[in-house]
């Protein structure tokens, strides 16, 4: 199989089901930033591999970075037609558990906030902090979506994506802490 297919050349895409859109279509907006941002992430899991106590934080970036790649797959599915087919690509109340006892597990081991703090740090602190808004704008093009279709995906998705920026706050506070950067308060 080629990795080109030349479908695309005319400035539309392939959805599940077979449905072709615009590549300017909210959707794919939508879907492309989730894409973005598991790239970001896998960028970010990479330099936790240096990073002082990088294991446990890039273990939870890989789980995530498979959510993410579920996430996407049901925002390429207008019809829903994958949710009853693929179980990996399920997302649901046990996944924004799991993303709510990361967070509750590393805010444990922070010193609480008394000010907002600048975004940076050590790299992958830093990088978890750039992870963070490119969350914020995926969730901002999923509300896009729903303007325009209120079925557009399941509720559970916006839920996830809202956890997941908080997780990623923490966790680049976390990584920050644990490379020895102090927080710079604004």
């Not at 019809?79 to 444990?108: F, M, N, P, Y």
């Not at 093009?141 to 839920?159: I, K, P, T, W, Y």
Request: net charge neutral.
């Amino acid at each position: 199989m080629k990795i080109y297919t030349k479908t695309g050349d005319s400035g539309d895409t392939g959805l599940f089901g077979g449905m072709r859109v615009s590549k300017a279509d909210p959707r794919v907006a939508a879907y492309g930033d989730v894409d973005e941002l598991n790239a970001w992430l896998g960028l970010t899991r990479a330099s936790l591999a240096e990073a002082p106590d990088g294991a446990e934080l890039a273990t939870m970036l890989e789980r995530i970075q498979r959510d993410l790649f579920a996430l996407g797959s049901r925002l390429a599915d207008p019809s829903h037609k994958i949710a009853g087919r693929v179980t990996k690509a399920a997302i649901g109340a046990a996944d924004i558990a799991r993303l709510e006892g990361w967070i509750d597990q590393l805010e444990a081991q922070l010193p609480a906030l008394t000010r907002f703090i600048l975004p940076g740090g050590a790299a992958p602190g830093a990088s978890l902090h750039v992870g963070r808004t490119i969350c914020r704008r995926a969730e901002r093009a999923m509300v896009s979506l729903l303007h325009g279709d209120r079925n557009a995906f399941e509720s559970e998705l916006l839920v996830y994506m809202n956890r997941l920026s908080d997780l990623l706050f923490v966790m680049a506070r976390s990584a920050n802490r644990r490379a020895g950067t102090q927080e710079i308060e604004w």
